[in-house]
């Protein structure tokens, strides 16, 4: 959302008929005035930036060359795609951030949870974002406008969205937090608060 997105339609006709392109164009989306690309073929531009309100959408378009001089009006047969306009940011993949576990033991602190992806991601996206790695940071509090209480860490995924962090050491200075909220860096990056088990009973609420 919020980039222009430009798809050359190029066109092969041995007798250089001038064509218009047949579609049916989302809202604010246009197609250019024929122009010569760099592949030496007679093109016209589809070009679209879509907007707020039409991100976490799949559109399915279909396009068709249609003669606009010669008396015959041949068409071409249409060539289908769609296209994935995700919300702005960093990290549009990731619908939730989930904590289900976040526990103090013996000096160290053990997360663990999973991502909740875009529902509209393909299976192939679905399976390139789990096998990539995200980084963590880790703030104090329930609101995540705390302070920074541990280093950043990257984080892995298995193939369901399950992560886990262990061993995670915080600072003894500020006073340890009850809470601990985690969030995804980067713009937009989704985040999500955990009560800590096993915190000394002098835990800042």
Known sequence: MGEELLIPLSVTDQEEDEFTIITKLPLGATISDPRTAENGLPTRDFKWTPTAGQENRIYSLKFAAKEIRDKKALSSKPVAVKIHVWPAGDHAQVSKLI???????????????????????????????????????????????????????????????????????????????????????????????????????????
């Open 99 to 205: 904590v289900s576990t976040a526990k103090w033991s013996a000096g160290s602190l053990t997360l663990k949870g999973k991502v909740a992806l875009n529902k509209w991601m393909l299976p192939t996206e679905k399976t390139e974002y789990l096998a990539s790695t995200e980084t963590i940071s880790f703030v104090a509090g329930i609101n995540g406008k705390g302070i920074n209480i541990g280093t950043s860490q990257q984080i892995t995924f298995d193939p369901k969205g399950n992560w886990t962090l262990s061993p995670v050491t915080l600072p003894e200075t500020p006073a340890f937090s009850c809470n601990v909220t985690l969030q995804i860096e980067g713009e937009n990056g989704a985040k999500a608060t955990k009560k800590i088990a096993g915190t000394p009973k002098t835990c800042e609420k």
